[in-house]
């Protein structure tokens, strides 16, 4: 995953736990707008997510920055 993305999902779950706290969950959708401009970038957090850790649809966002965090 790019760096740009990395930082991008931190920021975002981030606030998510910030206004909801530390159960909050998030899917991939909530780094992109309801547009989808950027279709290549949210292939690539599908991906991630879906593909290579076989996620649920929603995870806590606090194991979503852990997991990037380490580089997974």
Known sequence: M???????????CAK???QKGDNVGV??????????????LL????T???QTHKLDHF???KK???MIK???
């Open 2 to 12: 790019r760096n740009s993305l990395r930082e991008k999902v931190i920021k975002v």
């Open 16 to 18: 998510k736990i910030d």
């Open 27 to 40: 899917s991939f959708y909530a780094f992109f707008a309801n547009k989808n401009d950027t279709p290549e």
């Open 43 to 46: 292939m690539e957090a599908a």
């Open 48 to 50: 991630w997510w879906i």
């Open 59 to 61: 995870e806590k966002a």
């Open 64 to 66: 979503i920055i852990e």
């Open 70 to 72: 380490s580089g997974k």
